[in-house]
């Protein structure tokens, strides 16, 4: 099964977001968010376009421009961003039908429907209960206990 990476990445970027506009008072243009992501500002700009709709992050034009988280960290929940990028495929609705009528996919498929079915209702609660604040107050424990660490040691991009 994939893995659909699209939640993790968009995590990503808007914790970088926050902890840039907090350091340069500036917001992240989708060029400097490209490079995070490993994509090209056009993806980004799609991407990004969907969570202003739901009111997660908001652009500025021109220079100087560039997208800013639109709420506190504390008021973004991972549920929110997931829900804003359409609610990637975490968990397959139903398994794939690899042979039809045979009877024992269809009792396999049968458990395994509802097994996912459980798990992305255990998931979907858990994502509500998680903020972006979680998340960046466990990124500032990690580089606590790391001190030599640089915000962006060994990463793909710049922030």
């Known amino acids: 099964m994939k893995r659909d990476s699209r939640l ?3 995590l990503h970027a808007l914790l970088h977001m ?4 907090t ?6 243009t989708s060029d400097q968010l490209a490079v995070c992501l490993a994509t090209n500002p056009v993806v980004v700009r799609r991407t990004m376009a969907g969570l202003r709709e ?13 997208w800013r988280l639109a709420r506190p960290l504390d008021q973004v929940t991972l549920g929110q ?41 255990l998931l979907v609660a858990r994502l509500n209960d998680i903020t972006l604040a979680d998340l960046a107050a466990d990124f500032s ?14 990463h793909r991009h710049e922030g």
């Open 81 to 121: 961003v997931n829900t804003a990028l359409g609610e990637p495929g975490l968990f397959p609705e139903t398994p794939p039908v690899e042979a039809d009528g045979c009877l024992v996919e269809a009792a396999v498929n049968d458990a395994l429907g509802e097994t996912y079915a459980a798990a992305r209702a």
């Open 54 to 66: 739901q009111g997660l992050v908001a652009s500025e034009k021109g220079h100087g421009g560039g």
């Open 23 to 28: 350091r340069t008072g500036a917001p992240m």
């Open 141 to 154: 424990r990690r580089l606590a206990a790391h001190p030599k660490r640089d915000l962006f040691h060994a």
């Open 18 to 21: 926050a902890e840039h506009e």
């Open 8 to 10: 993790s990445n968009i």
